[in-house]
């Protein structure tokens, strides 16, 4: 819907369910009839350098816990982003001192099982 998406995964060389959307899982009851717009995601790329990935991104979606991803400080995100970004933690990669830091650095986090991230965001706002 005219969000500009961009993918990484160290392990991933393409995302097949995306660029044979039209017959996937099987010709005739593709996916497709459930999404509107979403030609232009057969051409989507698996990006492989991260920071460069992270150019300007505005949100980023964590949903896997490659090594790479549990390593990352928001410090790093922020930088190559360009500036604060929303973050929506999709399988528990941060930890709370992760999360304090995005907000310090003036993020917007949405993690799933994290009902206390609000808590978290006041704790940061107080200080």
């Known amino acids: 819907m005219s969000a500009e998406i961009r993918i990484h995964d160290p392990y991933v060389d393409h995302w097949y369910e995306l660029e044979e959307q039209d017959t996937y899982p099987s010709p005739g009851s593709s996916w497709k009839r459930f999404f509107r717009n979403q030609e232009g995601l057969k051409q989507t790329v698996v990006e492989k350098d991260l920071e460069q990935s992270m150019n300007s991104a505005e949100a980023v979606i964590l949903a896997v816990p490659h090594k790479q991803y549990l390593d990352l400080y928001p410090d790093e ?26 907000f310090e650095l003036g993020c917007e986090i949405k993690a799933l099982s994290r009902g206390y991230i609000s808590r978290l965001k006041q704790e940061v706002k107080k200080k």
């Open 77 to 102: 995100m922020v930088k190559w982003a360009g500036g604060s970004i929303a973050v929506i933690d999709a399988f528990g990669i941060l930890n709370d001192d992760q999360i304090r830091r995005y």
